[in-house]
């Protein structure tokens, strides 16, 4: 079974500053990994992806995030925010032949301020 | 390329009664996935259906039903409702296999259980 923790359920943050959204899995199998943004009454969007190759990958809005397998962890940064970013970010991961169930974690909340 | 559609939008039904969600996927998809996600917390993978049968479901009751078409669209069906049901559903569509595992979502449908 797999699981998915986000560590901050709120992160406020001002405009410009650096944000880590934290994640954490477990999983007894080998994953993919997804993080997903939610605005205000509205669907997911996708954001990025892991699926193999470099642990590094990017969004085109300039978030990234890192795959560390030893620490199970798949934190999402990005260097300057702008208030655009404000959304819910959901953390989710999907193990190799698990009938297609992404687990997301409980979403955390960010809140840029000007 | 056409993204992923859901119908209604909002839907207000009393207890005890049957809904019908719909869903249209990403063209050139072959997989839906539906998932509940309840006020402040993260998406539940209610199930999947690929081929037209259900590929894999996760811990819901009997009562939570689907169907997939020739065309890869889907229906979300529950019956006998009950106020726990309000919730925010969400259709994703993905291509099963060859590493295609991203699920693409729609906008959701907004069920309010009076």
């Known amino acids: 079974a797999q699981s998915v923790t986000q560590l901050d359920s709120q992160v406020p943050v001002f405009e410009e500053a650096p944000v880590e959204l934290r994640c954490n899995y477990s999983s007894s199998v080998s994953v993919y990994l997804f993080w997903y943004v939610q605005y205000p009454n509205q669907g997911l969007q996708l954001l990025l992806k892991?699926?193999?190759?470099?642990?590094l990958v990017e969004s085109i809005n300039g978030f990234e995030a890192e795959f560390n397998k030893s620490q199970t962890s798949f934190h999402l940064r990005k260097p300057s925010v702008h208030i655009s970013d404000t959304a819910e970010y959901f953390c989710?991961?999907?193990?190799?032949?698990?009938?297609?169930?992404?687990?997301f974690g409980q979403g955390t909340e960010l809140s840029v301020k000007p | 390329e056409t993204g992923v559609t859901q119908s209604p939008t909002h839907l207000i039904k009393t207890r005890g009664q049957q809904v019908t969600l719909r869903c249209s996927s990403q063209?050139?998809?072959?997989?839906v996935s539906w998932y509940q996600q309840a006020l402040g917390q993260g998406p539940q993978f209610i199930f999947q259906y690929y081929r037209e049968e259900e590929n894999g479901r996760g811990n819901f009751p009997p009562r939570f039903s689907g169907l997939q078409f020739p065309n890869y669209s889907s229906e979300l069906n529950v019956n006998a409702l009950e106020l726990d049901d309000s919730a925010l559903y969400l259709c994703?569509?993905?291509?099963f296999g060859g590493g295609q595992e991203t699920q693409y979502f729609g906008p959701g449908t907004r069920l309010l259980v009076l």
């Open positions: 892991y699926l193999s190759g470099s642990t």
């Open positions: 063209s050139g998809h072959n997989t």
């Open positions: 994703a569509s993905s291509l």
């Open positions: 989710a991961v999907l193990g190799y032949n698990q009938g297609g169930k992404l687990i």
